[in-house]
């Protein structure tokens, strides 16, 4: 029985593991190779405090090394399932059956990709899909954003302060993020909407060089140079595994102290319900969701036995 099982070791699992550990809690985090989390595709970071630049793994490296100097536990597994069984939590994975008096899920969200061809391939080579990560790197070139809604837009006009010419693509002939977002799109200078139209396809060796693009009404293809590819068509997060209040997209819903609609589960990072996806957010998270759970922790430890 450990005290506390944290699921994910992304920005925010790792995070926690370091806060648990230094207020003595028996932890263990379990790595799930299968979802790399998406900092794994910056090859450059450059906006996360105290590192001027550094790769995702890089970063990454850094944070568990601090975890394991604080004696935090790290074990590969792939879970399958939690459960909460009355002060009881079990994690249930391919190899074997796990109990904890408390759980951190912090199992991130994977960028949905388009599916076309050369989108993996230059995946981190001109292909991204966050413009506050990547979009430094497109100054004074020009660049795609495929999608029409929020993020899109959001990261279009993110883009047009950098890049010298940015063009959005959507399926749809309106877009589907806010009115004030729209506005400001349509009246910036560089930037280019493409309407009724999908990327077929990315083309580049070592880098972006050009896409195919296909318009949806009249079934014509053409082609364009271009720099950068920005993909949003929405994010997956990681969270079938446990039964929660998700909303419609199922990231999971919690309160400011990262707690859950079940007690002395917690998630944080990137598989919850916020307002922005970057490491240090998911990193805040983390802290705030092992604090939380040490105090839960201590009160089950404290509280008297039922008779």
Same mark, same amino acid.
């Given at each position: 029985?450990?005290?506390?099982?944290?699921?994910?070791?992304?920005?925010?699992?790792?995070?926690?593991?370091?806060?648990?550990?230094?207020?003595?809690?028996?932890?263990?985090?379990?790595?799930?190779?299968?979802?790399?989390?998406?900092?794994?595709?910056?090859?450059?970071?450059?906006?996360?405090?105290?590192?001027?630049?550094?790769?995702?793994?890089?970063?990454?490296?850094?944070?568990?090394?601090?975890?394991?100097?604080?004696?935090?536990?790290?074990?590969?597994?792939?879970?399958?399932?939690?459960?909460?069984?009355?002060?009881?939590?079990?994690?249930?994975?391919?190899?074997?059956?796990?109990?904890?008096?408390?759980?951190?899920?912090?199992?991130?969200?994977?960028?949905?990709?388009?599916?076309?061809?050369?989108?993996?391939?230059?995946?981190?080579?001109?292909?991204?899909?966050?413009?506050?990560?990547?979009?430094?790197?497109?100054?004074?070139?020009?660049?795609?954003? *495929?999608?029409?809604?929020?993020?899109? *837009?959001?990261?279009?006009?993110?883009?047009?302060?950098?890049?010298?010419?940015?063009?959005?693509?959507?399926?749809?002939?309106?877009?589907?993020?806010?009115?004030?977002?729209?506005?400001?799109?349509?009246?910036?200078?560089?930037?280019?909407?493409?309407?009724?139209?999908?990327?077929?396809?990315?083309?580049?060796?070592?880098?972006?060089?050009?896409?195919?693009?296909?318009?949806?009404?009249?079934?014509? *293809?053409?082609?364009?140079?271009?720099?950068? *590819?920005?993909?949003?068509?929405?994010?997956?997060?990681?969270?079938?595994?446990?039964?929660?209040?998700?909303?419609?997209?199922?990231?999971?819903?919690?309160?400011?102290?990262?707690?859950?609609?079940?007690?002395?589960?917690?998630?944080?990072?990137?598989?919850?319900?916020?307002?922005?996806?970057?490491?240090?957010?998911?990193?805040?998270?983390?802290?705030?969701?092992?604090?939380?759970?040490?105090?839960?922790?201590?009160?089950?430890?404290?509280?008297?036995?039922?008779?």
């Amino acid at each position: 029985m450990y005290d506390l099982i944290i699921i994910g070791a992304g920005p925010a699992g790792l995070a926690a593991s370091i806060y648990a550990a230094r207020y003595g809690l028996d932890t263990l985090v379990l790595e799930q190779s299968a979802v790399p989390g998406q900092i794994s595709m910056a090859t450059v970071i450059e906006n996360y405090p105290g590192f001027i630049s550094a790769s995702g793994k890089e970063l990454m490296g850094r944070f568990k090394e601090h975890a394991l100097a604080n004696g935090v536990t790290i074990k590969k597994a792939d879970v399958i399932k939690v459960e909460s069984v009355t002060d009881k939590k079990l994690v249930l994975t391919r190899e074997e059956e796990l109990h904890a008096h408390a759980v951190i899920i912090a199992t991130g969200a994977n960028p949905r990709l388009l599916g076309v061809p050369g989108e993996r391939k230059l995946l981190g080579k001109g292909v991204s899909y966050c413009a506050t990560c990547d979009a430094p790197f497109f100054e004074d070139q020009e660049v795609l954003v *495929v999608g029409g809604g929020e993020s899109a *837009v959001t990261d279009a006009l993110i883009l047009s302060g950098i890049a010298s010419k940015v063009y959005v693509v959507h399926r749809r002939d309106t877009l589907r993020s806010c009115k004030v977002l729209q506005q400001r799109a349509f009246l910036k200078e560089n930037i280019e909407f493409i309407w009724d139209t999908v990327l077929e396809e990315i083309i580049g060796e070592d880098a972006v060089e050009k896409v195919i693009l296909r318009n949806l009404k009249t079934d014509e *293809v053409t082609e364009k140079n271009i720099d950068g *590819v920005f993909i949003y068509v929405g994010i997956n997060p990681n969270t079938s595994l446990v039964e929660l209040d998700k909303n419609e997209n199922g990231f999971i819903r919690t309160n400011a102290r990262m707690e859950t609609s079940v007690k002395g589960i917690y998630a944080a990072g990137d598989c919850r319900e916020t307002s922005l996806w970057q490491v240090v957010t998911a990193v805040a998270d983390g802290a705030v969701a092992a604090v939380s759970a040490q105090e839960y922790i201590t009160g089950l430890k404290l509280r008297p036995q039922d008779i």
